[in-house]
């Protein structure tokens, strides 16, 4: 009994090491061009700063205000531009990694939990970054030109550590949005995307339409507004978990073709 029960024993440490070689496996797949992930998206914001700059030193060349500038540079929303990269991200670590992952011997498990881990690595990687940009750029007072770029929207408010959460929460979001509604394709090709979409705008108008009618639009944006920064942080990392999970969900049916 002791022999057997150490064998069994075994075969499940052999099969808890395997699965976490086999996550590994995926992180590594995924980071084989690493620009995908790491570069690209540095790029847009490096570019989107460039143009910043640019302008600060316009405006300042032609004399205007500097404070009343650096006012108007906290509504830009250049802070935020690699999201919409990132969603394209999220779709293709689906599109272009799902089919060669299982080709390899890879379970659906093995490949949606690998790639969750990548994800969670880029978005702690942006959210450092981006958070101590916030403080650098408050440090030198705008880049000691008065310019705003990452000091911008709710950054800077609240400290480096809400700067990194929230980013850190929005780039999951977009990353699990982008791959979630990939693995609809997956399972059921265009039919399935358009279920999704026409599903999604019959939804929202049912919402707009059950507000407008019972008057509770007032009750909703009091919600809104009553709601703690915190509160908004987790409202987003509880959607991120529900893609999450619904991708996997879908992709357990996926047939890769």
């Known amino acids: 009994m002791t022999a057997v029960a150490t064998a069994t024993a075994e075969r499940e440490l052999g099969a808890s090491r395997l699965r976490v070689g086999e996550i590994w496996r995926i992180v590594r797949l995924l980071a084989v061009n690493p620009t995908i992930f790491f570069g690209v998206p540095w790029m847009i914001l490096g570019g989107a700063w460039a143009v910043t700059m640019v302008l600060a030193l316009i405006m300042t060349g032609a004399g205007a205000p500097m404070e009343e500038a650096r006012e108007g540079f906290r509504y830009s929303w250049a802070v935020l531009s690699p999201q919409w990269y990132l969603v394209v991200v999220g779709v293709q670590a689906v599109a272009y990694t799902f089919s060669f992952a299982l080709g390899f011997g890879s379970t659906r498990r093995d490949f949606w939990l690998g790639m969750s881990v990548m994800f969670v690595l880029v978005s702690a990687e942006m959210a450092v970054a981006i958070a101590t940009l916030v403080q650098l750029e408050q440090l030198t007072n705008g880049w000691w030109i008065g310019a705003?770029?990452?000091?911008?929207?709710?950054?800077?408010?609240l400290g480096w550590g809400f700067d990194f959460l929230s980013t850190f929460v929005l780039q999951l979001l977009v990353l699990f949005v982008g791959a979630s509604a990939t693995t609809i394709y997956m399972r059921w090709r265009v039919r399935g995307m358009m279920v999704l979409l026409f599903g999604t705008v019959a939804l929202v108008l049912i919402l707009i339409a059950s507000l407008t009618f019972t008057e509770s639009w007032p009750a909703v944006w009091t919600w809104l507004v009553?709601?703690?920064p915190i509160g908004l942080v987790l409202?987003?990392?509880?959607?991120?978990?529900?893609a999450a999970v619904a991708g996997f969900l879908v992709i357990r049916r996926a047939t890769p073709r």
């Not at 705003?148 to 408010?157: I, N, P």
């Not at 409202?235 to 529900?242: C, E, K, M, T, W």
């Open 148 to 157: 705003g770029m990452f000091d911008a929207l709710w950054y800077g408010q």
């Open 226 to 228: 009553g709601l703690t």
């Open 235 to 242: 409202l987003g990392l509880a959607a991120a978990a529900v």
